[in-house]
Antibody
Framework: EVQLLESGGGLVQPGGSLRLSCAAS????????MSWVRQAPGKGLAWVSS????????YIADSVKGRFTISRDNSKNTLYLQMNSLSAEDTAVYYC??????????WGQGTLVTVSS | QSALTQPRSVSGSPGQSVTISCTGT?????????VSWFQHHPVKAPKLMIY???KRPSGVPDRFSGSKSGNTASLTISGLQAEDEADYYC??????????FGGGTKLTVL
C-alpha cells in the first residue's frame, strides 16, 4: 500500500525558514518523480514543485522560485521541501504527491504551515 | 500560470447527474490531453478520479467520466451518491513539467 506521510509543518515568523519532509513507502521511491502541492486557506490547490526519481531534475512554480528548494534522499525514501523567506502568502497545507505520467496518483494528508508573527 | 476556472459549487439529488466544468487556455487544458480530476474530502488526502482527460484509475466507479472540448474540460458524475459529496479539483499539465489546478468545486448531494 502506497503511503505518503508529510511532517515538518508549524508556525513560523515572516522571513523565516522551514523544511518539510515526506516519508514514502509501498512503492519503489527512487523510480518515481514526486511533487509538492499546496492549498492556502479557502483557496484551491496549487502546484509548487516537482523532482524526478534521480533527484537531478527539479521544477518550481514561479510563485516560490528562488525561495523554495525541492530535494530527495532515495536512501531514506524521503522527499523534502526547503522553504526560505516565508511570507503570509505561503500559509497553506502542503501535500506531497507521487507523480504518475502527467498526473499525481497518490497524495499524503498534508502538513500545515502557518506564517505569522 | 493562472488557475483554471471552475464553478464554486454544484449540487444534485441522489441518482441524478452533475457536470463540473474546468476552463483554461490553449497553454494548458487546450494544449494537452493531460487533464486530471481529484476528489477531496476535508482533512483527507486528495484522490485521483480521472486522468488524461477520460481515463479512470482502477477502483474508481464508472459513474465518473471526463471529457474535453477546446479549452474546457468537464467531469460528469452520474447516479449521484451521498458519498460523492466533496470538493473536486481539475488539474492540467501546462508544459515544461509544470501543472495548474482549478479553484475547486464543492459538490453538494441534496
Amino acid at each position: 500500500e502506497v503511503q505518503l506521510l508529510e511532517s515538518g509543518g508549524g508556525l513560523v515568523q515572516p522571513g523565516g525558514s522551514l523544511r518539510l519532509s515526506c516519508a514514502a513507502s509501498g512503492f519503489t521511491f527512487s523510480s518515481n518523480a514526486m511533487s509538492w502541492v499546496r492549498q492556502a486557506p479557502g483557496k484551491g490547490l496549487a502546484w509548487v514543485s516537482s523532482i524526478n526519481g534521480g533527484g537531478d531534475d527539479t521544477y518550481i512554480a514561479d510563485s516560490v522560485k528562488g525561495r523554495f528548494t525541492i530535494s530527495r534522499d532515495n536512501s531514506k525514501n524521503t522527499l523534502y521541501l526547503q522553504m526560505n523567506s516565508l511570507s503570509a502568502e505561503d500559509t497553506a497545507v502542503y501535500y506531497c504527491a507521487k507523480r504518475w505520467g502527467k498526473t499525481f496518483d497518490y497524495w499524503g494528508q498534508g502538513t500545515l504551515v502557518t506564517v505569522s508573527s | 500560470q493562472s488557475a483554471l476556472t471552475q464553478p464554486r459549487s454544484v449540487s444534485g439529488s441522489p441518482g441524478q447527474s452533475v457536470t463540473i466544468s474546468c476552463t483554461g487556455t490553449s497553454s494548458d487544458v487546450g494544449g494537452y490531453n493531460y487533464v486530471s480530476w481529484f476528489q477531496h474530502h476535508p482533512v483527507k488526502a486528495p484522490k485521483l478520479m480521472i486522468y488524461d482527460v477520460t481515463k479512470r484509475p482502477s477502483g474508481v466507479p464508472d459513474r465518473f467520466s471526463g471529457s474535453k472540448s477546446g479549452n474546457t474540460a468537464s467531469l460528469t458524475i452520474s447516479g449521484l451518491q451521498a458519498e460523492d459529496e466533496a470538493d473536486y479539483y481539475c488539474c492540467s499539465y501546462a508544459g515544461s513539467y509544470t501543472w495548474v489546478f482549478g479553484g475547486g468545486t464543492k459538490l453538494t448531494v441534496l
